[in-house]
Every structure is written in structure tokens, then in C-alpha cells.
């Protein structure tokens, strides 16, 4: 009987080499065998699989010479001890079977389904009734909905008032987002160098973040009051004269005075995630570049940026998609006063449906908000996707 040579077995069998264990391990716990038949499993591999072996499963065949020293050199001019027996055989990978599967699907199911319905009941149903809405025709003396179909849409498109509040929806959204992202990183970066105190300004850097939108409001509207502000004492205090700049009432300065508002609530979120992200960035890649000769501007946009790239996008998506659909502090600091200068898309419907009560013209501007916001949150999806979230 021709046998493999080997390492002599018994008493003093020798512990199976990483490739032995690893493979008869895996092909074991693949069909759910126990953990004694896998170390089993993984003792009859080193008796039949010695390490001079030619397989093409962990590479190509490897010599004697090349892969054993002398002493086992020595040791593997002696036969294995004991033939291959039906006992030392690796029991083969049990398939589950289609009816198996299908229970175990249906089981998926049945435990999903509450959290489905709950969904469905939250969010599928209201958009489903938005839509219905929008092709309907309402008001306070005559509430109940008669079907219009496309009229709400095309009263939308041609309104004056539609395209004011898409310019302002965008103005607020583009500005605030970027300068969440300018300001945010800047303060990340700065916050992440040794100094001292530090962790209070980590602290009091999140105080406008987590105050409600509504107290963050009303503290801007005092703080841009024409006479009792404190943004035109500072104009007069730089020595710019004594103004009593009406900073909510101006056509000219209502939006650039809430989207100021806005930047000082927002950015402190950006600045936590960025903070994170940055600490994060390998501190030999910025070391080695520093050896290279590059300055703290290079090494930041060449180094640190990309690495934290990921995390931009992901965040720039997350705020684009909350900015845009922002409603509190605007109302509260102007009502999408003076006129329509300070209208986004929610104060719009806000005031279409609350106000005007015009039910099916303020759902026709919900499906397009719908739809815009669906856009972003693909593409959040999809950003999450690529750096592993899902």
C-alpha cells in the first residue's frame, strides 16, 4: 500500500500547519458541524496532508529541500502512521435544502413585517395621500377635494411666485451648505492641535447646535433688532457710524441675514464630524510628507482631503438634504417675509396650506419637494454604499 510520507503520528503527533487547519476548519463549519468533529476534521489533515505537498489549492508544489529542515528531513524518510480509514475523512459539505431556504425566507418575512407595516403606515400612506392631493381642488368654502388633475402643477409652474422661492430655496441651500463646509472644516482643524482649553472650545462649539431652532431664532431676531441689536451696536463700535439697520425688514438683507443665522446653528454638526474624520487621517502619511518637504497647506489638501473624502460627501448630502427641507428658524425670524424674500420651498407650503388653504396647490410643491429631496437621498444612499455603511 502506498502511503504519504509525513511527520511520524501518535503520541507525539505534531500540531496540523496553518494551511491544514484553516482548510479542514473552513469546509466545517460551512455545513454546520460541531466544533469537535472541525478539530477532528483538522487532526486527520495533518495524517494525510503532510507539508511537502503539490496541490494547486495553496500554490504551486514546493520541494522537499525547499520547505522542511533537516530534521524533518530526516523524519520524513518514515511512512504516516495508519492508512486513510472512512473515520478520517472530512465529512462533506451538507447543502441546505430549497424547501429549507424558503422557510427560512418566509421567516425573515414574518419577523420584518411589523417594522414594514409601521413604514408603510408612516411614510408610504402620507406620500401616497400627498400625491392624491396634489391632483385635487380645494379651499374654505368648498373643503372637500374634487379631482383637477394636472391644474395644481401647471398653476405652480406658471405662478410669479414659484420662481422667488426656487431662487431663495437654492440661495439658502448652496450658501449654507458651503459655508458649513468651509467654516466646519477650518474649525475641525483647528480644534484638533495641542493647545491648552481646548476641550472647553470643543464643548462650547456645539452650544448652537444642540439650542432648538425655534430659541435660536428668536435670540437672531433680538440680535438683529434695529435699535436694541447688538449687530448694529458692533457696526458702531467699529467705527462705521450709528445705524439702525433693519436687518429682517429689507428686502436686500432678509435672506443674507437668516442664512448668517443658519450657518452659526448648522456648522457646529460639521465641525464634530469633520473633527473626527481628521484625527483619523494616518499620521505617517503626514509625516512623510512633511519629510518630503511639503507645507501644512499641501499636506492638508494633498493628504489629509483625500482621506477624508468619504466623510465630505457623506456629510455634504446628509446637510443639503436637512437644509433644504430647514423650516423653524425661518419662520420664526421672518414668516418668508418681507413679501416672498425670504420663501423656501417649506415656508412656501406653510403658508399655502395654513394661511391660504389652498390644499392641492401646497401638496402639488410637497411632490416636487418629494421629488428633489428623493434625488439627494439616492445619492446619500449610494455614498454609503461606497464607504462600506451598507
Same mark, same amino acid.
Given at each position: ?101 424558503? +422557510?427560512?425566507? =418566509?421567516? $425573515?418575512?414574518?419577523?420584518? %413585517? ?7 403606515? *408612516?411614510? /408610504? ?126 428686502? +436686500?438683507?432678509? =435672506?443674507? $441675514?437668516?442664512?448668517?443665522? %443658519? ?7 460639521? *465641525?464634530? /464630524? ?117
Amino acid at each position: 500500500m502506498h502511503t504519504l510520507s509525513g511527520p511520524a503520528l501518535g503520541s507525539d503527533r505534531v500540531a496540523p500547519y496553518p494551511e491544514q487547519r484553516d482548510f479542514a476548519t473552513g469546509q466545517c463549519q460551512a455545513s454546520g458541524i460541531s466544533s469537535w468533529v472541525v478539530e477532528e476534521a483538522t487532526k486527520s489533515m495533518s495524517a494525510i496532508w503532510p507539508r511537502p505537498y503539490s496541490t494547486d489549492r495553496f500554490g504551486p508544489s514546493r520541494s522537499l529541500a525547499s520547505t522542511s529542515s533537516p530534521a524533518t528531513a530526516a523524519t520524513s524518510e518514515y511512512p504516516a502512521q495508519g492508512a486513510l480509514s472512512s473515520s478520517d475523512k472530512v465529512p462533506p459539505v451538507r447543502r441546505r435544502h430549497p424547501v429549507e431556504k424558503r +422557510r427560512q425566507s =418566509l421567516l $425573515a418575512y414574518v419577523l420584518t %413585517a411589523p417594522a414594514l407595516i409601521a413604514i408603510g403606515a *408612516v411614510v /408610504i400612506l402620507p406620500v401616497a395621500e400627498i400625491i392624491w392631493l396634489s391632483m385635487t381642488k380645494s379651499s374654505l368654502i368648498s373643503p372637500r377635494p374634487t379631482f383637477a388633475g394636472l391644474y395644481n402643477f401647471r398653476t405652480l409652474l406658471s405662478s410669479p411666485d414659484f420662481g422667488s422661492v426656487a431662487l431663495n430655496t437654492l440661495i439658502w441651500t448652496v450658501t449654507v451648505v458651503f459655508m458649513e463646509f468651509v467654516v466646519g472644516m477650518g474649525v475641525a482643524v483647528l480644534l484638533s492641535q495641542s493647545f491648552h482649553g481646548r476641550w472647553v472650545l470643543r464643548g462650547l462649539v456645539l452650544l448652537p447646535w444642540i439650542m432648538p431652532g425655534v430659541v435660536a431664532g428668536l435670540l437672531w431676531e433680538f440680535l438683529y433688532d434695529p435699535y436694541l441689536g447688538l449687530v448694529n451696536q458692533a457696526i458702531a463700535w467699529l467705527g462705521f457710524g450709528h445705524h439702525h439697520i433693519a436687518w429682517l425688514g429689507d428686502t +436686500r438683507t432678509a =435672506l443674507g $441675514a437668516v442664512i448668517a443665522a %443658519a450657518i452659526w446653528k448648522g456648522t457646529p454638526l460639521s *465641525v464634530l /464630524i469633520y473633527m473626527a474624520a481628521y484625527q483619523n487621517v494616518p499620521v505617517d502619511l503626514l509625516e512623510a510628507a512633511k519629510v518630503d518637504g511639503a507645507g501644512a497647506l499641501r499636506r492638508f489638501r494633498e493628504v489629509a482631503v483625500p482621506a477624508m473624502a468619504p466623510v465630505i460627501r457623506t456629510t455634504i448630502l446628509l446637510t443639503t438634504i436637512w437644509t433644504f427641507n430647514y423650516f423653524d428658524m425661518i419662520y420664526v425670524m421672518t414668516g418668508g417675509g418681507p413679501g416672498t424674500s425670504t420663501s423656501t420651498a417649506p415656508v412656501y407650503i406653510y403658508q399655502l396650506t395654513f394661511v391660504q388653504a389652498n390644499f392641492g396647490l401646497a401638496a402639488a410643491y410637497g411632490v416636487l419637494m418629494i421629488a428633489v429631496l428623493g434625488i439627494f437621498a439616492v445619492s446619500y444612499r449610494r455614498q454609503l454604499a461606497k464607504i462600506g455603511a451598507f
